[in-house]
């Protein structure tokens, strides 16, 4: 088993361009998603989670809600909040 840094939403807030790092949260989890974003299918689309929650983007773009799209994102994982 792999544990992970435990990090505040606030340091996870300072990464929120491609210079700085490209996180995002999902329940519970942070995610380093700096390499994907120029193979998101979605385009720049996905910079609008820069920083915070995928929760509401992904409750609207309901295309994330398949196994295929939580594996690309487990790859990212580097920590907890
Ligand atoms: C499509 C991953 C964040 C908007 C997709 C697809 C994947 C993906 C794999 C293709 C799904 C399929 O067709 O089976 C991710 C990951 C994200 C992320 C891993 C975060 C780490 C976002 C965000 C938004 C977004 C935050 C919007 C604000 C879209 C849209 C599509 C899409 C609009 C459809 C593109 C199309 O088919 O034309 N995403 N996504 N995504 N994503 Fe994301």
Request: hydrophobic share 40%.
């Amino acid at each position: 088993a792999h544990s992970f840094p435990i990090y505040t939403q606030e340091e996870v807030t300072k990464h929120r361009t491609l210079a700085d790092g490209v996180w995002v949260t999902y329940k519970g989890g942070v995610y380093d998603i700096t390499d994907f974003v120029a193979m998101h299918p979605g385009g720049n689309k996905i910079m609008l989670a820069a920083g915070g929650a995928l929760e509401p983007f992904w409750a609207l773009y309901a295309v994330h809600g398949q196994d295929h799209v939580l594996e690309i994102l487990s790859e990212y994982k580097v920590g907890e909040l």
